[in-house]
């Protein structure tokens, strides 16, 4: 904090005994760095703020140490650089208008990191979630892949044993026909008495055991 003079403060002001009110510390006073000390202005300075107390503790008032108090360095924090023949209410005015004015500067910067934050989050969730669908349909795709290979695969094995049954009847199918049409033409072939009609086996029939009489009983003679 930088040390800055009294006098050079827009809060330094001087009660008007006559009208009752704090007063403007008049711009000679302030490059001389003393004030008349008559009436209306028989008091001390006053620092608006209430940084600094120019009266002594007795109540007596020594015109030599406020001048010196008022034209030396100090640092306070409540100073505000003098802004033209403003009243020291004025001055207060202002300071709680920049005050407001910076409150809602930081509140809009606040909310503007806010907001950014939101947006980074809402971004990196957005490419996180991209990434697992991306993982999510390469694995699918990858299953799809393996499940369409296999039964590619089983589809052209069926396809071979087929083929091979195809060519195992392509052989057998003429051989059978072959020898059957030998077969027949012999049996054609041959005289009539020399066929030999087809065998016919009858089967006996069943023999039942005849049925026994009945016997007799004692009782029945």
Known sequence: MAKRKCVECGFLTIKNYD??????FDEAWRKSGSYPGDNPYSGPPI???GAKSFREEDG???RNRISNLITEKWECPEFMDLRGCLSARDHWDMRHAEIMEKLANDRRQADQRFEEEVRERNRK???AQ???DRVANEKRDEQSRIASEKRDEQQREFQKQQRKQDRVWQVFVPLLAAAFGIGLTKW???PPHEQTPPI???QPAVQFPAAEKPKSSPDTK
């Open 200 to 202: 016919i086996e009858v």
């Open 60 to 62: 007596k008032i020594d």
């Open 19 to 24: 009208s009752k009110q704090l007063d403007f």
């Open 125 to 127: 969730f957005d490419e």
């Open 47 to 49: 620092c608006f703020a």
């Open 130 to 132: 991209r990434e697992r």
């Open 188 to 190: 054609l072939s041959s």
